[in-house]
């Protein structure tokens, strides 16, 4: 069997490590799919999404000279709709409710201009709470320096 990179395979994964998983593609050969390479989404356990014994499509990604063949099964799968980039515009909560920064609940993939986006909201929002409480505490030391003389 010709491996070309690329090339859409059938497979039975034959073993999960906690980097990976390996998939058996038939005539003595075996590739691996990187932790990186089974979902869309984030995959914080590989044993979440796949089992000894599954059939998964793969893409071959890249065949090395030493023979090891890097696959990929969220490559092999069709493409989720990303949203388009156009007239975007980013909403920040105005009040000092709770702060809700898990996946949406259809647990669609975030694009990864919605990550950063709400990183970045995130981390101004952390930024001027640390600020707030800093200048609040600076007042109150400074009072304090002033009466001990």
Do not use: C
Not at 45 to 58: A, C, M, P, R, Y
Not at 100 to 124: C, I
């Amino acid at each position: 069997m010709q491996l070309d990179v690329g090339k859409i395979l059938e497979g039975k994964v034959t073993g999960i490590t906690n980097f990976g998983a390996f998939v058996d593609l038939g005539e003595g050969k075996t590739g691996m799919v990187h932790i990186s390479e089974i979902s869309n989404g984030y995959v914080k356990e590989i044993s979440d999404h796949l089992k000894e014994g599954d059939q998964v499509k793969v893409k071959v990604l890249k065949v090395g000279d030493d023979g090891k063949i890097s696959l990929s099964i969220k490559q092999a799968q069709p493409k989720p709709d990303a949203p388009q980039s156009g007239n975007r515009q980013t909403q920040r909560p105005r009040s000092g409710g709770p702060r809700n920064f898990d996946r949406p609940k259809n647990n669609a993939p975030m694009s990864f201009e919605d990550m950063l986006n709400k990183f970045k909201q995130s981390s101004e929002e952390k930024m001027s709470d640390i600020k707030r409480n800093m200048d609040g505490k600076r007042g109150s030391s400074y009072s304090r320096r002033g009466n001990r003389s």
